[in-house]
């Protein structure tokens, strides 16, 4: 690990200021940085220390809604009992990440911003235009088995990790931010990734040195059912190769509503307007769920090793389907 | 740098970079946490953090220097064991030994979330949510044992917890 040096901050406000130079970054959980720390995949020069922020509340908006603090952990928000009753799908993505002691330090914001688990990324012996621009993608002609089918470009083929981002797509969560001018912003989660283009190592719309400091979530959807299906090489304590986040509400046997988002398929917590365009009107029917599957999969490009995510990811979705719409 | 450590206070000067394992094994002496794989995957170095579980070598020392640190030492010790550490002994729930302060400092902080009701990946009802083998491996998930003593180590904990073998196998709706 490169040394650095550190700065703790009280507020928000002085965790702006002390994020004063590039190659300034905050540290919360510290257990996606650090690691990528230790790797030397990341080199800050400057930690700043939010982990003592006053921002770890969960609290009711008279809307309905639930303001989330970005340093609340990720255990206490899977356990809140608003969220399980309100946002289950959230709760549920929560408890499919990772294993109880990192989910204890975990923090709502610092999981929207993990990065990749792309093995080249990780490898500083080979190229890869996220980690260092302009030197190449390993993963193209490599091992991708892990990597997106949707979303990629020809510079990069990553996927974004996070199961909570996932469930945090189909609640259309809004990003809350503190600016380094003292300006707060709030970005709507669909407009919050970026997607690589020719620039993979910028993966969110966040300014340099701008501060998460909350997530909205809006007021639930009434009468929804919620699923959080997630598929991996082992049963727990692994990321998703597939993951399927789902809120959808049946009335007079059609769909009325659904909010469908995928994890593990693109470079970003997935959603895609066409997929829901598909179900909503419908009887739930395994013809009504394969159009569904096959909108999400129209411009899907596999790169070798992942083709599988393809078939896999569309019996993930028809099975969710079918429970979200069970009698 | 000022540090709490099993109710003791402790001064220590160290490099900026040192993580909460490395100031208890290498400052400290306390070399009952172990270093696995040093990225957070195997539960080997797992302490309690003001109560909560957590991963050392995935933090900084500096970051933890208002807080109540207990490691495997601060649980108990050969004269006086810890209820869970006893279990260890009389249900052989290692066969190295390499992973077990993690283990047993990890199944101190899982028994305490399951007490505070906190429900698992593996939980049918979210809002209720007993112990039974299948959540203990689930919630023990984050803690390997290469030598897979994990039928023992349910058991320990499973005693620890007060579970009757109703209570540890019931019949689970198995899902479609
Ligand atoms: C072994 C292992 C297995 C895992 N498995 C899973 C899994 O299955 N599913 C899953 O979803 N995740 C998994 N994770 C990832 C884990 O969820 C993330 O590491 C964690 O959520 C990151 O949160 P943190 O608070 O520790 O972030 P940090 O490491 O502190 O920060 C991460 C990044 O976010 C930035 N940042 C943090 N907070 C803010 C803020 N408020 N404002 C602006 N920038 C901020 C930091 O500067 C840094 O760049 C796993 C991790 C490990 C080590
Ligand atoms: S897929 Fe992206 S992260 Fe992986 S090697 Fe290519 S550029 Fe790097």
């Known amino acids: 690990m490169r040394s650095f040096t550190y700065a703790r901050a009280d507020t928000a406000e002085q965790a702006v200021r002390d994020n004063d130079a590039d190659g300034c970054v905050f540290i919360a959980g510290g257990t996606n940085l650090l690691d990528l720390m230790k790797l030397q995949v990341e080199t800050p020069e400057k930690l700043v220390d939010i982990s003592r922020l006053p921002l770890a509340e969960i609290e ?6 639930l303001t989330i603090g970005a340093l609340v952990p990720n255990s206490d928000l899977a356990a809140d009992r608003r969220v399980i009753e309100k946002y289950e799908v959230l709760s549920r993505a929560l408890l ?3 294993s109880g002691q990192l989910r204890n330090k975990a923090s709502t914001g610092g999981n929207l911003l993990q990065r990749t688990r792309c093995y080249y990324f990780y490898d500083l012996a080979s190229p890869c235009n996220k980690r260092e621009p302009g030197t190449g993608c390993s993963a193209m002609g490599g091992f991708n088995r892990v990597l997106a089918v949707l979303g990629t470009s020809e510079h990069c083929i990553a996927t974004h990790p996070s199961d909570m981002a996932v469930a945090m797509r189909a609640l259309d969560a809004t990003v809350v931010t503190l600016k380094k001018d003292g300006d707060k912003r709030r970005i709507s989660i669909h407009d919050f990734y970026r997607l690589p283009g020719d620039t993979p190592h910028i993966e969110t719309v966040l300014e340099p040195g701008e501060l998460i400091t909350h997530v909205e979530l809006p007021a639930p959807v009434e009468g929804a059912r919620h699923v959080y299906r997630k598929v991996r090489d082992r049963a727990s304590y692994a990321f998703a190769l597939v993951s399927v986040a789902g809120v959808v509400t049946v009335e007079d046997g059609r769909i009325a509503h659904a909010a469908l988002a995928f994890g593990g398929l693109g470079p970003m917590p997935w959603r895609d307007d066409a997929v829901e365009a598909a179900l909503v009107g419908q009887a739930p029917s395994d013809a009504a ?3 569904a599957a096959d909108a999400l999969f129209r411009d899907a490009q596999g790169y070798g090793h992942n083709d599988f995510k393809i078939p896999l990811a569309r019996r993930t979705l028809i099975a969710t389907l079918r429970e979200l719409t069970a009698e | ?22 100031l208890a094994r290498e400052h400290l002496g306390l070399t009952g946490s172990k270093k696995g ?3 957070g995957q195997c539960g080997a170095c797992t302490m309690l953090v003001n109560g909560r579980r957590i991963n050392s070598c995935l933090t900084l020392a500096v970051m933890h220097q208002d807080d109540e640190i207990v490691t495997i030492e601060g ?5 006086k064991l810890h209820p869970l550490q006893a279990a260890f002994v009389s249900h ?3 066969q190295c030994g390499y992973c077990t302060p993690g283990q047993i400092c990890s199944a101190v902080g899982m028994l305490d979330e399951a007490k505070k009701g906190w429900p698992s990946h593996v939980s049918a009802d979210l809002t209720d949510a007993p112990l039974d083998d299948h959540e203990i491996s689930e919630r023990m998930s984050g803690n390997i044992c290469r030598c897979a003593a ?4 349910v058991d320990a904990i499973a005693e620890v917890a007060g579970l009757s073998d109703e209570q540890r196998q019931p019949e689970r709706e198995v899902a479609a």
């Open chain 2, 1 to 22: 740098m000022h540090f709490t450590i099993n109710g003791q206070h402790h001064e220590v000067e160290a490099d900026i970079r040192t993580s909460l394992l490395d």
């Open chain 1, 289 to 291: 769920f394969g159009a």
């Open chain 1, 60 to 65: 009711e908006r008279e809307d309905g809604g």
């Open chain 2, 150 to 153: 994990y039928p023992n180590i």
């Open chain 2, 37 to 39: 794989c040093d990225h």
């Open chain 1, 96 to 98: 499919a990440g990772a």
């Open chain 2, 92 to 94: 052989d729930g290692y």
């Open chain 2, 75 to 79: 649980l108990g010790q050969p004269d």
